[in-house]
């Protein structure tokens, strides 16, 4: 599954090399292109930003989430990192003509968790998430051609699958469970990071900071955290 979603990425990839921003029919030729956006307010993809009202964009991301589990129950803590897929789609949509002010949402599928030892047995604890973005974007258009995108905002997730796997029993079970030694399935905290898009493709980094409990020791917190790095394209 994760060959094809890769595959599929990289043919999307290829878009924006055959595909140039055409206003009105007629190409812009890249001496006039600065001068032409300067007087248009507009992106070279043809969004606009200033005095035409909300502008409405789509986009696939691709990328890798480095995630950590913090507990203070020594039997959850995975505070060793652990790698995992981030694929999704977003939306965003601009709150003001007056500013480059976006609001982003969507849907990805995250791979989190981490590694950690109990009684001197390795632990894995994969958990897999469902997780809705809900993002304030700045798009500063630093040339014609490249924008810088600081976001902030948070996110909601629901625990979809994974295992918890103890290397020293053997032993692999359902992450999410209502077991003492397993996951809450519902997650949630804040979001902070920053994107560059160079025309339609799109590279961003940002961090997440797990604010809800996820354990379920009423007395002891666990919390996720996770870096991901992602590319993309924009439409």
């Known amino acids: 599954m994760k060959k094809i979603l890769f595959l599929a990425f990289a043919v999307l990839l290829t878009l924006p090399a055959a595909a140039q921003y055409y206003p009105d029919g007629r190409p812009i030729p890249p001496s006039k292109r600065a001068e032409y956006y300067r007087q248009h307010g507009r ?98 258009l630093a040339t014609p051609d490249i924008s810088v995108e600081p976001f902030a905002g948070g996110y909601l997730a629901v625990g979809v699958g994974g295992k918890i796997k103890d290397y020293g029993h053997r032993e692999a079970y359902s992450s999410f469970s209502d077991d003492q030694a397993s996951f809450k399935r519902f997650d949630g905290g804040l979001r902070l990071g920053c994107g560059v898009s160079f025309q339609m493709l799109y590279l961003g980094v940002s961090y997440d900071i797990g604010l809800a409990n996820i354990g379920h020791y009423d007395f002891e917190d666990t919390r996720t955290g996770c870096f991901n790095l992602n590319v993309g394209v924009t439409f």
């Open 43 to 140: 992106y070279n993809n043809g969004r606009t930003v200033y005095g035409y009202g909300n502008n409405v964009y789509f986009g696939f991301r691709l990328g890798m989430a480095v995630a950590t589990v913090n507990s203070d129950a020594a039997v959850l803590d995975g505070s060793d990192a652990r790698t995992g897929l981030d694929v999704g789609a977003v939306v965003g949509t601009q709150l003001t003509s007056a500013a480059p002010l976006f609001f982003e949402t969507g849907l990805s599928y995250v791979e989190k968790g981490g590694k950690g030892n109990y009684d001197g047995n390795k632990f894995t604890y994969r958990l897999e998430y469902l997780e809705l973005p809900l993002l304030l974007k700045y798009k500063y």
